[in-house]
């Protein structure tokens, strides 16, 4: 039976990084699920990579055709950003494990839907005052940095991912992101362990 490793954290907590770093490790025989977004892809995103980037009207076309397993709708300074997951039939949980990246409302919907003995929850956590400066960082990088959208992330995450709604989604294995090789290191051993 397939499993999917579901990898989540607060903004600028790696897991990104991390994410690409895993599913290039060929040993572990993961497949990506790709999420789906209607924001604009930042400078460095591919669609379909880290991705589909969609407009309004493939997710409701989505949406009718009972596709969506899980949507959350963000107000953002330039308006609404929707982030969902869909039944596109890119999963084979019979024969193959998987790595996707989200959020814990997502990640809580996902074990909703595939059961609960097919979700294994990877969460990384960074300590805010270097979330914070890896996420000024990465701004500074765009296009068009914006700084509002960041503060507002980051304030929201810190309410996402709360020690109380840690507890009811039933995380309780963490990854500190304090050495990248390191995690992605204890990361890799983690899901070789549970992809049995």
């Not at 949507?71 to 997951?85: D, E, H, N, S």
């Not at 000024?136 to 960041?150: G, H, K």
């Not at 500190?176 to 983690?190: G, S, T, Y």
Request: charged share 35%; aromatic share 10%; hydrophobic share 35%.
């Amino acid at each position: 039976m397939g499993k999917i490793f579901y990898m989540m954290g607060k903004s600028s907590s790696g897991k990104d990084t991390i994410f690409e770093k895993i599913i290039q490790k060929k040993e572990l025989e993961l497949h990506q699920i790709v999420l789906y977004t209607t924001r604009p892809a930042r400078a460095n995103e591919t669609d379909g990579v880290q991705y589909h980037f969609v407009d309004e009207a493939r997710l409701l076309e989505l949406q009718k055709a009972g596709k969506v397993i899980e949507l959350r709708a963000y107000q953002v300074v330039g308006g609404v950003w929707k982030y969902f997951t869909v039944d596109d039939e890119q999963t084979d949980l019979k024969n193959k494990n998987y790595l996707a990246i989200g959020t814990l409302v997502s990640y809580e919907k996902l074990r909703d839907y595939y059961g609960e003995e097919k979700l294994v929850a990877i969460y990384i956590e960074v300590e805010n005052g270097e979330r914070l400066a890896r996420a000024l960082e990465r701004e500074r990088r765009q296009n068009q940095p914006n700084y509002d959208e960041l503060c507002r992330r980051f304030l929201a995450d810190n309410a996402d991912f709360s020690e109380e709604n840690l507890t009811r989604a039933g995380i309780k294995k963490r990854f500190q992101n304090k050495e990248l090789q390191k995690c992605v290191e204890e990361i890799a051993v983690f899901i070789s362990e549970n992809s049995r």
